[in-house]
């Protein structure tokens, strides 16, 4: 009895020893992969500007942020696209004067195509993406908070 006890015990260290040494190269081969991968990725690619350009629409949702539209609004208009081809729409349903922030912008930037959409409930907001007078973006994006403020 005392020597199946010894050998149940010694079976179970010797599965354990070799669950974590596959535990543990399997660990490198992660750290392997990430440096592997890091040096990769500080290659710069750089890729010809297609021929055509695909026009593109970027809305942006935004409630009571006032704060925080005026540097995201610029982070977007510095987006290195044709202009011609970039359309930036701003959602606002905002219960505080972001509205008037949202309007004062929207002034600034008319000629780069910033448009702006007061949003009142879900259905308007459902419809705001479905919009085809204003959205003739063949790609399409929703961004918000992208950047930390």
Do not use: C
């Not at 179970?12 to 190269?25: H, Q, T």
């Not at 081809?85 to 780069?112: A, C, F, H, M, P």
């Amino acid at each position: 009895m005392h020597q199946y006890l010894l050998f149940l015990i010694k079976l179970i260290y010797s599965v354990s020893v070799v669950g974590m040494a596959i535990y543990g190269l399997n660990n490198l081969l992660m750290v392997g992969f990430y440096f592997k991968g890091k040096r990769k990725a500080s290659e710069k690619i750089t890729l010809e500007p297609p021929e055509i350009w695909p026009s593109v629409t970027i809305q942006l949702p935004i409630f009571n942020e006032k704060n925080v539209i005026e540097r995201l609004l610029g982070y977007i208009l510095d987006i290195d696209y044709p202009p011609d081809k970039l359309q930036i729409q701003i959602l606002d349903d905002s219960n505080d004067d972001t509205s008037l922030e949202v309007k004062r912008l929207v002034d600034i930037y008319k000629e780069k195509n910033v448009y702006d959409r007061k949003i009142v409930d879900y259905a308007q907001g459902l419809d705001a993406l479905l919009e085809s007078e204003r959205i003739k973006g063949e790609l399409f994006k929703f961004e918000h908070d992208l950047w930390e403020f």
